[in-house]
């Protein structure tokens, strides 16, 4: 199984500032069929199922604002947040889509300082 | 609106069963692969199943395989996760999720269906 670690487990950003999410995966997750890598994230909100931001590591899913980004390649990835809102309080996890089982980070928790 | 909605979660004794539903509107439900994804209180999100569009292929996670079973009915538009011999460490929210057509991520999810197994 392909093993996804995120760093921090949690933060605390003042708003308006920036949140950096790392993810490494145990192995590399980078196509050589499509030269694309099979990672995308996730954002949870109390109560809420988990919504997609990013796909392909680094494209933004329709809606999502472009203070959201993500970068990365191979086994180590980031999602970056600028100008943190209120509204970005919640769970980020990252996902390897690239085999089986299908895998998770635990989670990184953002909070406002 | 293109949406999913899972139902059918509830209180089960250890080694019972329990079948969820998921129900898509909005969207070719034929045309998908579908996900499980289950979500233990308080932990972080795993992989349960992962089922072909036309129902004859499922990739299930090692902890669920030879219990959790997965059908679908394209005419009804639902998925269906028929868990049988639960366990206590299969309390979890369930949730069920499109698959984007983009290699595998989940585009649309569920609110969720909660299943407690517990004596």
Redesign the interface.
Known sequence: DIVMTQSPDSLAVSLGERATINCKSSQSILSSSNN?N?L?W?Q?KPG?????LI??ASTR?SGVPDRFSGSGSGTDFTLTITNLQAEDVAVY?C?Q?YS????????TRVEIK | EVQVVESGGGLVQPGGSLRLSCAASGFTFSKYYIYWIRQAPGKGLVYVSHTSPDGAATIYADSVKGRFTVSRDNAKNTLYLQMNSLRAEDTAVYFCARDSHRGGCMDVWGKGTRVTVSS
């Not at chain 1, 809420?48 to 997609?52: A, G, I, M, N, T």
């Not at chain 1, 089986?100 to 989670?107: A, V």
Request: proline content about 12%; overall charge neutral.
């Open positions: 694309e099979f995308g996730y949870q809420q199922p988990p919504k997609l796909y392909w899913e996890y996902h889509y089986y089982p299908r895998t998770f980070g635990q989670g």
